[in-house]
């Protein structure tokens, strides 16, 4: 379940990050094509101690694509912030404002931040998105 900003409209350099009531199954959309088309790239929260960052394509039905191995991370309680930014080709995953490392990619060039919901009782405290 992802949803995606619509307006107003970003840069194609731009930040997205959560902050966490939840510990698992919430990430970040980076670059997400449109509301019909959800390709773009995940930085997503499988469990309280790893980060996994994705490049997702809509055809229709959802592929994802992992870029690079799990980030292993202490375990995030509520209050911590997950996400990224994306610079050019280069994504910068994020957890309370410092880098958790990076991946590169150049699939999509331009697109809107968003936020993922993976499981239906997951929440978030809030969401914020800024140009770069």
Do not use: C
Not at 32 to 56: E, F, H, W
């Amino acid at each position: 379940r992802a949803a995606i900003v619509t307006a107003p409209s970003f840069a194609a350099n731009h930040r997205a990050q959560i902050t966490l009531t939840a510990s698992v199954t919430v990430g970040v959309v980076l670059r997400m094509q449109s509301a019909s088309d959800a390709s773009g790239y995940l930085i997503y929260l499988p469990n309280s101690t790893k980060i996994a960052v994705y490049r997702i394509t809509d055809t229709g039905t959802i592929a994802l694509t992992q870029l690079g191995v799990d980030i292993t991370i202490t375990a995030v309680t509520a209050g911590d912030t997950i996400g990224g930014e994306i610079t050019g080709t280069t994504i910068t995953i994020l957890r309370n404002g410092v880098s958790q490392g990076t991946r590169t990619d150049a699939t999509y060039a331009t697109g809107q931040p968003g936020v993922y919901i993976g499981a239906s009782a997951a929440t978030v405290e809030s969401y914020a998105a800024t140009d770069i």
